[in-house]
């Protein structure tokens, strides 16, 4: 089993930044992602990244705002968030896969609780 815990989530002017965090435990899996779900919407796939960097993705409504980067030593990865919008409020999770790695939910097997992200005009 492997446990995640995300925090970093807040309140925020649009424009502004966010960095949220999400530790994992016992160990890191190969890869790691972020979803996010705003009500009344689906579970969307915001960012994931295979271990090493190797490989990095982003949903194209985050794009060139959001950055996903890993520290191994810490089991955590995070999400630094610029230039958020009203339409960036959403509970943001973070997710695991050992097998499998895209934007898509069903490669994750193991789910934070979620932390809030709530950006206002």
């Known amino acids: 089993q492997v446990q995640l815990v995300e925090s970093g989530g807040g309140s925020v002017q649009a424009g502004g930044s966010l960095r949220l965090s999400c530790e994992a435990s016992p160990y890191t899996p190969n890869c790691m992602g972020w979803f996010r779900h705003a009500p009344g919407k689906e579970r969307e796939g915001v960012a994931i990244?295979?271990?090493?960097?190797?490989?990095?993705r982003y949903s194209t409504s985050v794009k060139g705002r959001f950055t996903i980067s890993r520290d191994s030593a810490k089991n955590t990865v995070y999400l630094q968030m610029n230039d958020l919008s009203h339409d960036d409020t959403a509970m943001y999770y973070c997710a695991a896969s050992r097998q499998g790695c895209g934007l898509d939910k069903t490669y994750f097997r193991f789910w934070g609780r979620g932390t809030q992200v709530t950006v206002s005009s």
């Open positions: 990244s295979l271990e090493g960097g190797r490989d990095t």
